[in-house]
């Protein structure tokens, strides 16, 4: 296992749900810390930007117009093997097939709004981060 650092949506149905502080909690009870976060609200711009790798899907509008409804929780995660617990901790894309116990079993309604975001590879986890917060914002413990 390797020390990673990960990038982490709270999307803006988590945000208007009120569980920014239970979806935390859970990642620090799996032994991640958090090494940035900011609210943000994207624009419909920066949406598209920052899920470009999609941009040939059906959902894309879907998906962009979701993501900038309103304020989001931008975090990086940083532990050992973050990258997988974290990916671990959300759940299948579809809440409908995610295990129980996993964030978006717990608080998610449909695939599109599915309450969390995270980085799938050591690549886009390097560039989503780099997206949000520049390294002097980032704080290891
Ligand atoms: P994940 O977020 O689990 O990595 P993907 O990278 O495949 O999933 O998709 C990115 C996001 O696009 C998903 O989290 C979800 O919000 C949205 N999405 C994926 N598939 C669909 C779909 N079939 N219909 C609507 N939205 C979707
Ligand atoms: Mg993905």
Redesign the pocket.
Known sequence: MARERTLSIIKPDGVKKNVIGKIIAMFEEKGLTVAAAKLVQLTKGEAEGF?AV?KA?P?FG??TG?MQSGPVMVMVLEGEDAIAKNREL?GA?DPAKAAAGTIRKLFSAS????TV??S?AQETAKTEIAWFFAESELFTR
């Open positions: 899920y999609h899907r959902f879907e998906l979701f959300m894309t695939i599109g709004e599915n975001h995270g799938d």
